[in-house]
């Protein structure tokens, strides 16, 4: 059964920090792009950070380049989602998605899959 786990959120005040997790198990994700798709109160989902499991390569959005960095560990098969200089408006429900397309837009392709979601809070 593939599950993916996302951990790490929570409350935090403006300008601080926060680390997500994406604990993937169940299937070998090395051909997928692995995703954070986070969803604001009203918003639609908004990929904000991508990455390619076998070479690393990554995609941001405008809104959190240079504050936010994705990285994966193979020998934990985890995901994370680093980030920094955190603004109210990042508040949202984080999810982790992998997909077997690079997709900016916050659907999944068939064949991919969604994590439960963890929500992160950035009071002013």
């Known amino acids: 059964q593939v599950q993916l786990v996302e951990s790490g959120g929570g409350l935090v005040q403006a300008g601080g920090s926060l680390r997500l997790s994406c604990a993937a198990s169940?299937?070998?994700?090395?051909?997928?792009?692995m995703r954070w798709i986070r969803q604001a109160p009203g918003k639609e989902r908004e990929v904000v950070a991508a990455?390619?499991?076998?070479?690393?390569?990554?995609y941001y959005a405008d809104s959190v380049k240079g504050r936010f960095t994705i990285s994966r560990e193979s020998a934990e098969n985890t995901v994370y989602l680093q980030m920094n200089s955190l603004k109210p408006e990042d508040t949202g429900v984080y999810y982790c998605?992998?997909?077997?397309?690079?997709?900016?837009?916050?659907?999944?392709?068939?064949?991919?899959?969604w994590g439960q979601g963890t929500q992160v809070t950035v009071s002013s």
């Open positions: 990455i390619k499991w076998s070479v690393g390569s990554t």
């Open positions: 998605a992998a997909d077997p397309t690079l997709r900016t837009v916050g659907t999944l392709s068939p064949g991919g899959y």
């Open positions: 169940g299937r070998t994700f090395s051909g997928y792009y």
